[in-house]
């Protein structure tokens, strides 16, 4: 009998970003696949600014089942969640997004404790045909410049008109922005606008970057689905913005950055659990196996190995 048995690890940390801005949707994204995947003790950890805890990153604690809330940020955090503390219990598996130093010391404790993935800076890449809204465009870059000076984002298109169309937009709209110095200085420093002979090479650049957010914001865009081969997630259509992947689509926001999409997924409940083997052996099929795993020990210098097997080998 072979199989697997699935088991909720016991103690996940979820680290909650709080210095620039307030997350909640982070905690909703973190704690609910723990908790559908059974991880019964969760701890956050939350850098406090000014001493307060923003009310909604609380209240979507609570909602979600967080055990306990640390107001502890930082790599002291990720410390403190991997080898415990007086007052914290050490985690099995460290999850959330952080700045570098966060993700640095994600990156330095991996192997004493488990951890989702090494998260950078905020990515979106949108291809479009220039049939869309360029506010719309120019906004959906905007969505992720704000998030930090070293948000990228990148439109590709084949209709150099367009290009000229969205640049004045984000021209007009960008003082509008609340956070207008961090999207302008993202911007300047990581913005794209990218003119291609066609569709064929924008799916090119696409697959080569393996960007963290994908929009396909061109007619019937499941045509191109199956030649995208690396992206986190993928924003099908004109409609659909990337900032409903953030709140309220459905799937998990936390995602692959800096080009790990090229092997890497979007966090889900399965990062929450992990798969033991199973193996159960009759007396003929220990006699059968046996044989083979005393071929192939013997081969290899086992001795041990060997005989262990062979005791189990039935004598006719």
């Not at 055990?67 to 790599?75: P, Y």
């Not at 998030?147 to 298109?157: F, M």
């Not at 999207?183 to 697959?207: F, K, T, W």
């Not at 092997?263 to 003929?284: H, N, T, W």
């Amino acid at each position: 009998m072979l199989g697997q048995k699935v088991t909720p690890i016991r103690r996940a940390g979820v680290y909650v970003p709080g210095g620039k801005a307030a997350y909640p949707s982070t905690v909703l994204m973190n704690v609910i696949p723990a908790r559908v995947a059974g991880v019964n003790d969760i701890t956050m950890v939350v850098p406090a600014a000014k001493g307060q805890v923003n009310d909604l990153v609380l209240a979507a604690a609570a909602i979600a089942g967080v055990d306990r809330v640390i107001t502890i940020g930082g790599a002291q955090a990720i410390a403190a969640l991997a080898y415990g503390t007086e007052s914290i219990t050490r985690v099995d598996k460290i999850v959330g997004p952080g700045n570098i130093f966060v993700a640095t010391a994600k990156k330095q404790v991996f192997g004493d404790v488990g951890i989702d993935m090494i998260a950078g800076p905020s990515e979106i890449l949108v291809i479009c045909d220039g049939k869309t809204n360029p506010e719309w465009i120019a906004m959906d870059m905007f969505s992720q410049a704000e998030h930090d000076e070293n948000a990228q984002s990148i439109l590709v298109t084949p209709d150099l008109d367009f290009i000229d169309r969205v640049q004045r937009s984000m021209e007009t709209l960008i003082d509008r922005m609340d956070r207008k110095d961090i999207i302008r200085q993202s911007l300047v420093d990581r913005g794209l606008l990218i003119h291609v002979p066609g569709m064929s090479e924008a799916i090119e650049i696409a697959n080569y970057m393996a960007p963290e957010h994908l929009e396909l914001s061109v007619d019937d865009p499941e045509i191109w689905l199956p030649e995208i081969g690396n992206a986190g997630a993928i924003f099908l259509g004109r409609y659909t913005a990337e900032a409903l992947g953030d709140y309220c689509a459905g799937p998990n926001h936390v995602l692959p950055t800096s080009a790990t999409a090229r092997f890497a997924s979007p966090l889900g409940v399965y990062d929450f659990q992990k798969r033991s083997s199973l193996i159960m052996c009759s007396e003929q099929a220990a006699s059968r196996l046996g044989e083979t795993a005393s071929v192939l020990a013997r081969g290899e210098g086992l001795q041990a190995h060997a005989r262990s097997a062979e005791y189990r080998i039935r004598k006719e």
